[in-house]
């Protein structure tokens, strides 16, 4: 009978005994063979790997971990999405948290966070409590920052003046320190 246990007590001696027994410049490249061979998510309950094309409609409420070709609709309540490094998703997102490597079409909504990684690539809008953007990822879209706090009036009468008409939203331009 396959267990998920056996076969991480297989892989891994093997790995170690080829790290420990080359020379250092080569231990630390086949380390790093090692380490992009495993799954880029190791906490992710679900994986749906490269070469694997779906159409439709993703719900659940675990971690999924993205890193083939998907089209429709993801709907994560309370998991996080991690769109890999070779994942194309066109897609509305919904989740807790989207991290993304990969390229993603579609509006990402992500209730606690978004991260785009270096090689992440976005045309669709984000609407998030908290942003991280790597250097080197590319986003086109608008941004929305829920700060969950409410408005009081003088707060309301800037965001009017500055475009925006929405209820605890942080407006965010692009432009220099200048303007």
């Known amino acids: 009978m396959w267990k998920k246990e056996d076969v991480k007590s297989q892989a891994v001696p093997e790995t170690a005994s080829r790290i420990s027994t080359a020379s250092p410049a080569a231990a630390s490249t086949l380390a790093r063979e090692a380490s992009a061979a495993l799954p880029a998510s190791c906490k992710a309950s679900a994986c749906i790997s490269q070469g694997i094309r779906i159409k439709g409609e993703i719900t659940g409420s675990e971690d999924l971990f993205l890193d083939g070709l998907f089209e429709g609709t993801v709907n994560l309540s309370s998991g996080s999405l991690t769109v890999g490094p070779n994942g194309e998703v066109k897609a509305d997102i919904f989740a807790r948290e989207v991290i993304v490597r990969g390229r993603v079409d ?5 209730r606690e966070k ?6 992440g690539n976005v045309a669709g809008d984000l609407q998030t409590e908290r942003l991280m953007i790597e250097d080197g990822a590319v986003l086109r879209g608008r941004i929305e920052i829920e700060t969950g706090r409410p408005i009081d009036k003088r707060d309301e009468a800037r965001g009017v003046a500055a475009g925006s008409s929405k209820g605890g939203v942080t407006p965010v331009s692009s432009g220099s320190a200048a303007d």
């Open 114 to 119: 978004i991260q785009l990684w270096s090689t």
């Open 106 to 110: 579609g509006k990402i909504v992500g």
